[in-house]
């Protein structure tokens, strides 16, 4: 296949990541489903079957249609929706198979460093809060401050709770959507003459 039709087809998948990606976390914002956004699993997706680039792209896009449906608040987050990227490429960037462990492991990660980015945003925005409605993970920063930890720390331990299974949710779904052989078959014609493309492994480890 050449080039660049190859190209082609993957902005294409990547604006499919980005439609997936606004949908679900529209559901979920709009739903009000505590300790979930949803808005970062077609990146994720991307970012391990593919070059950085493309995940990149995708979760600054995301942003941008967001921004676009809920004002312009959603679009530091592309700061995270990157970074989110950066560290699922980075995770499975030598792996060759990858297992729901390793799944679980990646969310964990995501979760922990993502939360160095969307801490700070939320304390700029919202005072290290999630958002202006009362949640849980407000309720755990109030009481972390209350402690004693500074501000800037309470925010991100709420982040890190609130994106902690989320990231690990996203992950898994991943893990089965790149099982299923009409996928797992697009995906490794796309990667015939990209990047070594890192196999989900159909075996539960």
Not at 28 to 39: A, K, N, R
Not at 109 to 119: E, I, Q, R
Not at 150 to 178: E, H, T
Request: hydrophobic content about 50%; glycine content about 8%.
């Amino acid at each position: 296949m050449g080039v660049n039709k190859r190209n082609s087809q993957l902005i294409i998948l990547c604006g499919l990541a980005v439609c997936i990606n606004v949908v679900l976390g529209s559901i979920v914002t709009i739903t009000g489903v505590p300790l979930l956004f949803l808005d970062a699993l077609g990146t994720i997706f991307i970012s391990i079957n593919f070059n950085l680039m493309y995940g990149v792209m995708t979760g600054l896009c995301t942003n941008l249609v967001l921004t676009i449906f809920f004002g312009p608040l959603a679009l530091p987050f592309a700061l995270v929706n990157m970074t989110v990227a950066v560290v699922a490429n980075l995770c499975t960037r030598n792996d060759t198979r990858l297992t729901y462990s390793k799944a679980i492991l990646v969310g964990i990660a995501l979760a922990l460093v993502g939360s160095l980015v969307s801490g700070p945003i939320r304390l700029w925005l919202y005072g290290g809060f999630r958002g202006i409605t009362p949640t849980l993970t407000n309720v755990l920063v109030v009481t972390l401050k209350a402690s004693g930890l500074k501000l800037l720390n309470a925010a991100y331990w709420g982040a890190v709770s609130d994106s902690f299974f989320d990231k690990i949710i996203s992950c898994l779904i991943v893990f089965w959507l790149s099982r299923l052989p009409v996928i797992h078959k697009k995906v490794t014609f796309l990667n015939q003459k990209g990047r070594d493309y890192h196999e989900w492994t159909s075996q539960n480890r």
